[in-house]
């Protein structure tokens, strides 16, 4: 049932996406404490009874626990409730959760080259998200070039860099210190000159709360903008699924400041849920459009609401 | 939604004073206002329940004195309890036979890297002679990241082995105890903590280089995790405190609390930015009023004290008691302002203020275009305010290049600030 990445680049399916399809979430089932185990049975229940006021209030801890939040796990709870007990509390989550989240993702890239501008608070994983991202374009058929607009962070360059080589995508890097919005523009003006499909953006972490950092940010968009027709075709905002509330805060700082397109959730193979995603999509309406789920190359996937959902309160 | 817990408690229980006693329906109502407060700051559920459980024995029964409400008095004991349990344990360090070894450990983009530079720049200040060993030879460029800020500090950095993390844990405390280095500061690969492999290797460095001190590096905007985290490493490195990152963000931070509740283990200490600078000791009174998301007065006028100046400060004290406060006044306390650091976090800092200013633009070149007008005026002028007439104010906007309507945004704001400052001058400055 999950999305594949060719539905996720909007091309026509092929046999390779096949092997995705089956148990995108099997590893982060495998790694679930004991101690979910008696709720999500009772999930998973044929039926439940409406008037059981302790199931509510397990489910609504349940999706605390999962990092949903207050206001978005009570609005979850008044959707669900409103559906009366007809199936299983899991399947009602699914389909609400679903709704949330709205139509399946896609990557927009249009262009020529189509743009990606990666931003988000520090080591939430935007580096290592580029690095898998530009090997499933190029295994889908794109060619990529990523560039290096963290000048800040000591050796970000080099990390890049060696994803780019793991990759087999194009590298444009910078000294450090130097103007991001500068090698951004480098950076779209090698991906034209090369002819390359997709360009990749990566940036220095920023704690949202950083004014003139995030005006930063906004400069970086602005000269990518001005340099290419409709680009940034897409700008993710990283998030780690082990944060809390203050997800909802970064996302919408950053999308204040440039338009996110769509959210990353990084580091779902450990034991955290990443339900902050659903507040966001509560609050701010912004869709999943990946998830990270290891360090490796090929630990990225496109995000499946109904896994995400079924994941949340899984055992 | 309510600005702060203070706010919502008056809500749920209404402002009147002195009434006798707290009773059973009151602390609970309030229990569930703290309750929703602490998961909203990311404290686990489960220790919010106990948290507030613990609380509410304490408040029931409990003489409200008469110069509080009720919610306030609420508010105190919880800030008590809450500031009693983050302070608990010992935050020191601890040193043995050098070379010392502090192991940093915890999960993939926590700061570890970062905060093992801060730490050693901390110790050398102190008159230590560190040395840092880089065991993260997972992520791409981390020991190069690690090389790079250690020459920024003047700290050396051994790398010695490019394969095994735990030879090259071993190989760089041994280095630096033959190089005569009384400090040896271990930074390791993120690891998530149910990752059998990669805690098992954690768990063998730690038994090759016997650290004196284990540090849990933990990020301030953690959720829910962080319980989990906290128990899995303990298992397998039972470690001695905590470093908590990032913060300088506008986190509650209610993964710390989490966290000294269910391992016992204090924050040592607080990493606040990327400057290499930014790591200070940890304030539980502070911690807990960010928590229950009360603001930050404390830190503020702490931070100020520090960077201003004593005779300026003593000067600006007698001003502001006076009741005076001219552009003069202005300018100075604009340069204060600066040299304590980034704007935001101060304005963050004050209570009720951080919600109202968020989204406005409160950076550096604000600033400079304020002092360009008050630079601008005549001596005469910046002592005295009132004579700033519209004649005048449109000379001083052609003479700093800025508009009338700055001017007149200035002039407002230099009221509004005297008074601001009157108050605090009186209050809790004085
Ligand atoms: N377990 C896990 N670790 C990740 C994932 N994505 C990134 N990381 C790790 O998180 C850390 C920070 O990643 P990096 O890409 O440097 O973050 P950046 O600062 O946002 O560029 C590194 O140690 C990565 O290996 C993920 O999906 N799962
Ligand atoms: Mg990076």
């Keep these: 049932m999950s999305v594949s990445w060719a539905e996720l680049l909007g091309d026509e399916p092929t046999a390779a996406d096949e092997p995705e399809r089956v148990g995108v979430f099997a590893r982060l089932r495998d790694s679930l404490a004991k101690s979910r185990r008696a709720l999500a049975a009772e999930l998973q229940a044929a039926a439940f009874d409406p008037g059981d006021a302790e199931a509510w209030e397990r489910l609504e801890e349940a999706l605390i626990r999962a990092d949903v939040g207050v206001p978005a796990t009570a609005e979850l709870v008044r959707r669900i409730e409103a559906r009366g007990g007809a199936s299983s509390l899991e399947d009602a989550l699914v389909e609400e959760v679903r709704g949330l989240f709205g139509e399946p993702p896609r990557l927009r890239l249009d262009g020529k080259p189509s743009v990606i501008l990666v931003v988000g608070v520090n080591g939430t994983g935007k580096t290592t998200t580029i690095g898998k991202l530009a090997l499933k374009l190029n295994q889908h058929g794109r060619s990529v070039l990523v560039g290096a607009a963290d000048t800040f962070r000591a050796a970000a360059e080099e990390q890049l860099e060696e994803w780019a080589r793991r990759a087999g995508a194009d590298f444009v890097g910078s000294p450090r210190g130097a103007d991001p919005a500068a090698v951004a523009f480098d950076a779209v003006e090698a991906g034209r000159a090369r002819g390359k499909d997709v360009v990749i953006v990566d940036t220095a972490g920023r704690l949202h709360t950083q004014a003139n950092l995030m005006a930063e940010l906004a400069k970086i968009r602005r000269v990518i903008a001005g340099r290419c027709e409709g680009a940034p075709h897409e700008t993710l905002l990283v998030i780690d699924a082990t944060t809390g509330q203050n997800g909802l805060q970064q996302a919408r700082l950053f999308a204040d400041a440039v338009e996110v397109s769509g959210v990353v959730l990084t580091k779902l193979d450990g034991s955290a849920r990443g339900g902050v995603a659903i507040a966001i999509a509560y609050e701010l309406g912004l869709p999943v459009t990946l998830v990270g789920l290891g360090e490796g190359i090929d630990d990225l996937r496109p995000f499946d609401a109904g896994d995400f959902a079924r994941a949340l309160v899984a055992g | ?430």
Excluded at chain 2, 325 to 330: E, G, I, K, V
């Design chain 2, 1 to 430: 939604m309510f600005d702060t817990l203070s706010d919502r408690l008056q809500a749920a229980l209404g402002g009147l004073r002195g009434k006798g006693r707290l009773d059973e329906e009151t602390v609970s109502k309030a229990m569930r206002e703290i309750r929703l407060a602490l998961l909203e700051a990311d404290v686990n559920v489960e220790v919010a329940r106990e948290f507030t459980a613990t609380v509410k024995e304490r408040a029931l029964g409990e003489d409200v004195s008469r110069s509080l409400s009720p919610a306030q008095q609420v508010v105190k004991i919880v800030h008590e309890e809450l500031t009693r349990l983050l302070g608990a344990g010992d935050s020191r360090l601890v040193f043995g036979k050098p070379p010392t070894v502090i192991l940093l450990a915890g999960l993939q983009g926590s700061g570890k890297t970062t905060a093992a530079a801060k730490l050693a720049l901390h110790l050398r200040r102190e008159g230590k002679r560190p040395a840092l060993v880089a065991c993260d030879l997972q992520r791409p460029a981390a020991v190069e990241q690690l090389e790079q800020l250690g020459r920024q500090i003047q700290v050396p950095v051994y790398a010695l082995d490019r394969v095994d993390p735990v030879a090259a844990a071993r190989a760089g405390v041994d280095a630096a105890r033959r190089e005569g280095y009384d400090v040896a500061i271990l930074d390791t690969a993120g690891r998530l903590h149910v990752d059998e492999a990669l805690m098992d290797e954690l768990e063998r460095v730690a038994a090759a280089t016997k650290p004196l001190n284990v540090l849990l590096v933990l990020d301030a905007m953690t959720g829910q995790e962080a319980v989990n985290v906290a128990l899995a490493f303990q298992e397998r490195v039972a470690f001695d405190g905590v470093v908590l990152t990032k913060l300088d963000g506008d986190a509650r931070g209610g993964a710390a609390l989490s966290v000294k509740a269910v391992t016992g283990k204090p924050v040592k200490l607080a990493s606040t930015g990327e400057k290499l600078d930014q790591l200070e000791v940890f304030h539980p009174d502070r911690m807990a009023s960010r928590i229950l998301g009360m603001g930050d007065v404390l830190t503020l006028i702490e931070k100020a004290e520090a960077a201003v100046e004593a005779d300026e400060q003593a000067e600006l004290e007698r001003r502001l008691r006076a009741g005076e406060f001219t552009f003069d006044d202005f300018l100075a306390s604009s340069k204060m302002l600066r040299r304590m650091g980034p704007l935001q976090g101060i304005v963050k800092m004050i209570p009720g203020l951080g919600r109202q200013l968020q989204g406005m633009d409160v950076d550096e070149r604000q600033l400079a275009r304020v002092e360009a007008i008050i630079l601008s005026m005549t001596p005469q002028e910046r002592r005295m305010p009132h004579i700033i007439t519209m004649q005048r104010r449109r000379r001083i906007a052609a003479g700093s290049g800025t508009s009338l309507d700055e001017v007149n945004k200035l002039m407002a704001a230099r009221k509004q600030m005297a008074k601001m400052m009157k108050q605090l001058g009186k209050g809790r400055l004085g």
